[in-house]
């Protein structure tokens, strides 16, 4: 895991990116945050970049490439897997079926956007902030 990598948000709403914008510069991680507003170009990054980001905050719903054909997509890679990039997803809504699902495809965590800048902006210092001090494999291309 590349603590000092790109942060990819992967959210196809606007308005949610703007805050998230505002939230991770209020949080003044040094790390770079990368937006996408849909699956298929995030996949076109994660296999044609050799950076390895620190992180996936990953919506559900999207046009495309839903969140969860992504994840296949990148558990099946194994050049992305290797990478060992701590996928979440970080969505509008939750049943327990999405969350069942979520978790069945490997991801490492599964958060329901806050209703508030406040609480969501907690929510993104806890998930940084567990991963940052979290241990993780380190890969190196042979």
Not at 33 to 41: K, P, Q
Request: aromatic fraction near 12%.
């Amino acid at each position: 895991m590349n603590k000092d990598g790109p942060i990819v948000v992967i959210e196809d709403d606007a308005d949610d990116q703007e805050i998230l914008v505002d939230i991770f510069k209020s949080l003044d991680y040094k790390n770079s945050i990368g937006f996408f507003s849909e699956g298929e170009a995030a996949l076109k990054y994660l296999t044609d970049t050799k950076i390895k980001p620190f992180l996936i905050l990953s919506d559900i719903n999207m046009p495309k490439l839903s969140g969860f054909q992504l994840r296949e997509k990148i558990h099946t890679n194994e050049d992305l897997n290797l990478k060992c990039i701590p996928y979440l997803f970080f969505t509008t809504t939750s049943n327990q079926k999405a969350v069942i699902d979520a978790y069945s495809q490997s991801v490492q965590g599964f958060f329901v956007k806050a209703n508030t800048v406040d609480k969501l902006q907690h929510t993104i210092k806890t998930i940084i902030e567990y991963w940052r001090e979290c241990d993780a494999p380190h890969f190196t291309a042979g």
